[in-house]
C-alpha cells in the first residue's frame, strides 16, 4: 500500500477512457483517497459514479474559469484533510473548430480561452495547492508531443501545450524549496474526450501502431503506471521533467522501414521515389 494515507486531488476525470482515470485507479490500488472535481451538473452525474467506485463520496466543482469555484474546493478540502499530497491536473479545452485548418486563423478570444484552461489553471492550482502541501508533494499535469512538434488538426493546443511544459520547470524551481515536486506526462495518442475533438484520431493511432519502437500504441496501464511513479515517493528525486509515455514515438523522424515500403505505392503519384 505504497499511497495508504496519502490525499490526492484529480482535477478533470470527464469518464473510464479518461488518463485521469487510468491513473486514479492505478493509485487506488496502493491506497490513496480522493477528491475528485466535476466541471458542470452533466459532468457530475459521470464523475460521482466513477469515484464511488474506488471508494469516495469527496467530489466538489471546479471550473477554472470561475476563480469563486476554486475558493470553495479548497476551502472544502481543508476542511476535511487538512492537507494534500499529490494533484493530478488533468484539463484543456479550445474550440474545436479552431483545431482544424490553420493556426494563423486561431481567434484571440479562443487563444485566450484556451491559454487559461489549459496552462493557466496549472499555475492557479499550484498558488492555492501550495499552503496545504504542508509534508511535500507532487503535482502532475498531462501533455502531448504536439507541444514539440507541429501537429496537423492540434493547432493553437500545441501551443498551449507547450506554455504549460515550460510553466511545469518555473513552478517546480519556485515549489521545490517546499519539497513539491511539478513534472508532466506526454502521452500518447489514446481514445479519450478530449482527444475526440482532434480529427483523424484513428490515422494518429494506426500510425502510432505501426511506427513507434515498441509498435503498439499506449495503453491505460501504461498512464497508471508512470502516473504512480510521479505521484508517490518512487519520484521523490525527480521535478521539472517532461516524461513520454507513448512507446517511444516521440523519437522517430521517419516510418518504420515496412511502413515505409507500404507507402511507396501510394507516393508514387505525388512524389518521385527513388528505386
Not at 504536439?146 to 498551449?160: C, Q, R, W
Amino acid at each position: 500500500m505504497l499511497l495508504k494515507g496519502k490525499k490526492v486531488l484529480v482535477l478533470g476525470l470527464a469518464n473510464e477512457m479518461s488518463m485521469a482515470w487510468s491513473i486514479a485507479s492505478r493509485l487506488h490500488q496502493e491506497g490513496a483517497e480522493f477528491c475528485f472535481t466535476w466541471l458542470n451538473e452533466a459532468l457530475k452525474k459521470r464523475v460521482e459514479p466513477l469515484a464511488e467506485k474506488l471508494g469516495c463520496d469527496f467530489t466538489l466543482e471546479a471550473d477554472v474559469t470561475r476563480p469563486e469555484t476554486l475558493d470553495n474546493l479548497f476551502e472544502e478540502i481543508k476542511k476535511r484533510w487538512g492537507k494534500i499530497d499529490y494533484v493530478l491536473h488533468s484539463l484543456a479545452f479550445s474550440d474545436k473548430s479552431q483545431l482544424e485548418g490553420r493556426y494563423v486563423d486561431t481567434t484571440l478570444d479562443n487563444f485566450l480561452l484556451t491559454m487559461n484552461i489549459s496552462a493557466f489553471s496549472l499555475v492557479d492550482i499550484c498558488k492555492r495547492v501550495e499552503p496545504l502541501m504542508t509534508d511535500g508533494g507532487s503535482i502532475v499535469c498531462m501533455t502531448y508531443m504536439g507541444s514539440e512538434k507541429v501537429m496537423p488538426n492540434y493547432n493553437v493546443m500545441g501551443v498551449a501545450k507547450a506554455a504549460l511544459e515550460c510553466s511545469v520547470r518555473y513552478l517546480a524551481n519556485d515549489l521545490g524549496v517546499n519539497n513539491i515536486r511539478v513534472n508532466a506526462i506526454s502521452a500518447g495518442p489514446m481514445r479519450t474526450l478530449a482527444a475526440s475533438g482532434v480529427s483523424d484520431l484513428r490515422l494518429m493511432l494506426d500510425w502510432t501502431q505501426a511506427n513507434a519502437p515498441l509498435r503498439r500504441n499506449v495503453s491505460q496501464e501504461d498512464i497508471g503506471g508512470i502516473g504512480l511513479f510521479y505521484l508517490s515517493d518512487l519520484s521523490s528525486g525527480v521535478t521539472g521533467e517532461v516524461t513520454h509515455c507513448d512507446c517511444g514515438i516521440n523519437i522517430m523522424n521517419m516510418p518504420q522501414t515496412e511502413y515505409n515500403e507500404q507507402l511507396k505505392p501510394f507516393l508514387k503519384d505525388i512524389i518521385k521515389v527513388e528505386k
